[in-house]
């Protein structure tokens, strides 16, 4: 459960957050995988929990448009939503260690700041397999079948979205 609610949280709009908690949809959607349980292959290439996330993230997809209604959105607001994406700023708080002064507290800011620059130079395939292994805390495995893709692309995948997200902070760090 606190693997889906992490999914669903990194995922969920602020405006439905503020209506919604994250636990009602993990609910809704251990409900759902309730009652689908008996039509789930028991030879499945789709591992467990990868087939429980897709039903979480489901409901959150339902979630959202019951709250914010199934808009068409217009280039400029998919321009908007991408730089606001909140991915890159979980990620940077995951990656940037917690601190106890309060200079200790301004340092990870400012370095919370330059991850989430770095990061979101990165394409969304792979701030999104970051994503999957590092909030998500999913396995290669997993991440493969989420993405309908082989282990081994998964893997190469996770490894190139590493390389250049140590080259996207190698570039911030000389342009400073």
Do not use: N
């Amino acid at each position: 459960r606190p693997r889906l609610r992490r999914m669903i949280e990194v995922r969920m709009d602020p405006r439905v957050a503020a209506r919604v908690d994250a636990s009602d949809i993990v609910q809704d959607a251990i409900a759902e995988a309730a009652k689908r349980l008996p039509r789930f292959p028991i030879e499945s290439e789709l591992p467990a929990y990868a087939w429980l996330r897709k039903l979480a993230w489901e409901r959150l997809i339902q979630v959202h448009r019951e709250h914010l209604g199934a808009q068409k959105r217009s280039v400029r607001q998919e321009a908007h939503s991408a730089r606001i994406d909140p991915s890159a700023d979980y990620l940077a708080t995951r990656f940037v260690a917690e601190q106890s002064s309060p200079s200790g507290r301004a340092v990870r800011r400012e370095l919370c700041d330059r991850v989430r620059k770095a990061l979101e130079e990165l394409g969304p395939i792979d701030r999104e397999v970051l994503v999957l292994r590092h909030l998500e805390q999913l396995t290669l495995r997993e991440i493969a079948a989420t993405l309908e893709i082989s282990e081994a692309a998964a893997q190469s995948r996770y490894r190139r979205a590493v390389e250049r997200a140590h080259e996207a902070l190698a570039d911030l760090e000389r342009e400073l």
